[in-house]
């Protein structure tokens, strides 16, 4: 079926060599940081997680938010979804190549990867994200591709890969539980050593994911001869507008807990993202911002009337989206930094190769995504 991907109008083909382009420039930018080090980047001894990392985790959930289109449709014979299942699947073979590239580039020397396969450590939880990432990657590739085969035959799915989707709903929901013990297990950053963290990572998962899917099968209704259906859409704008509601209200609970106990160590981290700390404010418009299109995007969302409008809910889930894509992809991971151990405040800020190279690695998702998305749409078009 790939040779489906080797055809295409003069805007399928620029799309791609837009993109391969963004992804030369980020080679030769990667080549640079491979022989210099991760000292061209904005990442520091008091901040030695940056943009790499707080890409790699919000995408995680990206990832992990196929599984809102799984349950329904594999489960609950949810027939609506019957068309855009195979969006979220794929969608999270893009979104857990992205995962790992991230990772690869923040390794510094990424031959030390070798030593998580060569040397695995089970009592370390990079081990078992390690683990549940690429078993989600390859769960995602043989369903999603043995199932579009299928529906190309117009024959049913073969019954061996019924047990590989129910093993991949928990599996979705241990890659951004095992994520956000990553940050949980660290008892010295006040800001992530918190219960909710694992809640706060899935209702984020489940509001941004579903929010980006919904913008895609939009492009897709545009641009091809494929309708993912106007009643898909509107169930995966009621998940989003829960979810978002969960994402928001574990937020508050944070926010409660730290100013209410009163407890310095807890406050710094909110105060510096939220007002500036002794003059340092770098992520404060970042952060307002973020709040803000969560606030709009919720209202827009929560009103049948304005959902129903997919203009209306286009636009709601892309504010979302970036709204989440700031929060998670950005604040949560340098919050836990500042202020360091000693309580002094060190401000981190992307640098010019780092976000050329963060470009590249989102290029390389998107390219693996159109190629699928190519595949998908055209078999679908077959079966119109």
Same mark, same amino acid.
């Given at each position: +079926?790939?040779?489906?991907?080797?055809?295409?109008?003069?805007?399928?083909?620029?799309?791609?060599?837009?993109?391969?382009?963004? =992804?030369?420039?980020?080679?030769?930018?990667?080549?640079?940081?491979?022989?210099?080090?991760?000292?061209?980047?904005?990442?520091?001894?008091? $901040?030695?997680?940056? *943009?790499?990392?707080?890409?790699?985790?919000?995408?995680?959930?990206?990832?992990?938010?196929? $599984?809102?289109?799984?349950?329904?449709?594999?489960?609950?014979?949810?027939?609506?979804?019957?068309?855009?299942?195979?969006?979220?699947?794929?969608?999270?073979?893009?979104?857990?190549?992205?995962?790992?590239?991230?990772?690869?580039?923040?390794?510094?020397?990424?031959?030390?990867? +070798?030593?998580?396969?060569?040397?695995?450590?089970? &009592?370390?939880?990079?081990?078992?994200?390690?683990?549940?990432?690429?078993?989600?990657?390859?769960?995602?590739?043989?369903?999603?591709?043995?199932? /579009?085969?299928?529906?190309?035959?117009?024959?049913?799915?073969?019954?061996?890969?019924?047990? /590989?989707?129910?093993?991949?709903? #928990?599996?979705? $929901?241990?890659?951004?539980? !095992?994520?956000?013990? *990553?940050?949980?297990?660290?008892?010295?950053?006040?800001?992530?050593?918190?219960?909710? +963290?694992?809640?706060?990572?899935?209702?984020?998962?489940?509001?941004?994911?579903?929010?980006?899917?919904?913008?895609?099968?939009?492009?897709?209704?545009?641009?091809?001869?494929?309708?993912?259906?106007?009643?898909?859409?509107?169930?995966?704008?009621? =998940? !989003?507008?829960?979810?978002?509601?969960? &994402?928001?209200?574990?937020?508050?609970?944070?926010?409660?807990?730290?100013?209410?106990?009163? =407890?310095?160590?807890?406050?710094? #981290?909110?105060?510096?993202?939220?007002?500036?700390?002794?003059?340092?404010?770098?992520?404060?418009? /970042? +952060?307002?911002?973020?709040?803000?299109?969560?606030?709009?995007?919720?209202?827009? /969302?929560?009103?049948?009337?304005?959902?129903? &409008?997919?203009?209306?809910?286009?636009?709601?889930?892309?504010? *979302?989206?970036?709204?989440?894509?700031?929060?998670?992809?950005?604040?949560?991971?340098?919050?836990?930094?500042?202020? &360091?151990?000693?309580?002094?405040?060190?401000?981190?800020?992307?640098?010019?190769?780092?976000?050329?190279?963060?470009?590249?690695?989102?290029? =390389?998702?998107?390219?693996?995504?159109?190629?699928?998305?190519?595949?998908?749409?055209?078999?679908?078009?077959?079966?119109?």
């Amino acid at each position: +079926m790939l040779d489906k991907a080797l055809t295409g109008s003069r805007r399928y083909w620029t799309w791609i060599f837009v993109l391969l382009a963004v =992804i030369g420039v980020a080679v030769l930018t990667y080549l640079r940081q491979f022989n210099e080090g991760l000292g061209i980047t904005g990442m520091s001894r008091d $901040v030695s997680w940056g *943009l790499y990392i707080g890409q790699f985790t919000f995408l995680v959930g990206v990832a992990a938010s196929a $599984v809102m289109l799984v349950i329904p449709y594999y489960l609950h014979d949810f027939k609506k979804f019957s068309k855009i299942v195979i969006l979220g699947e794929f969608l999270a073979i893009a979104a857990v190549t992205m995962c790992i590239l991230f990772i690869f580039v923040d390794m510094g020397q990424p031959m030390r990867i +070798m030593n998580v396969i060569l040397h695995p450590t089970p &009592n370390s939880v990079m081990f078992w994200d390690s683990v549940v990432l690429g078993g989600y990657l390859a769960l995602n590739l043989v369903i999603g591709w043995t199932t /579009l085969g299928a529906d190309r035959k117009g024959v049913k799915p073969p019954q061996w890969v019924k047990p /590989l989707i129910y093993l991949s709903v #928990p599996w979705a $929901v241990s890659i951004h539980t !095992v994520t956000a013990f *990553l940050y949980a297990g660290i008892p010295g950053r006040h800001f992530w050593l918190t219960a909710v +963290m694992a809640a706060r990572f899935l209702a984020s998962a489940f509001s941004g994911g579903p929010a980006l899917l919904i913008i895609l099968a939009l492009i897709v209704r545009k641009y091809t001869k494929f309708d993912p259906g106007y009643e898909p859409i509107q169930a995966l704008g009621k =998940i !989003v507008t829960y979810a978002m509601f969960a &994402n928001v209200f574990l937020l508050g609970l944070e926010f409660f807990t730290a100013f209410y106990s009163n =407890i310095p160590g807890h406050m710094h #981290p909110f105060h510096y993202l939220y007002a500036g700390l002794e003059g340092h404010d770098k992520l404060v418009p /970042l +952060m307002w911002t973020s709040s803000i299109f969560a606030i709009v995007s919720l209202v827009l /969302l929560v009103v049948p009337s304005l959902r129903k &409008n997919e203009k209306i809910l286009a636009f709601a889930c892309v504010i *979302l989206f970036i709204s989440l894509w700031i929060d998670k992809g950005f604040g949560l991971v340098i919050g836990g930094f500042v202020p &360091n151990m000693f309580e002094g405040v060190t401000e981190y800020w992307p640098t010019l190769p780092e976000a050329i190279i963060t470009l590249g690695v989102w290029a =390389i998702g998107l390219l693996v995504l159109t190629v699928l998305y190519k595949v998908a749409v055209s078999v679908r078009e077959e079966a119109v």
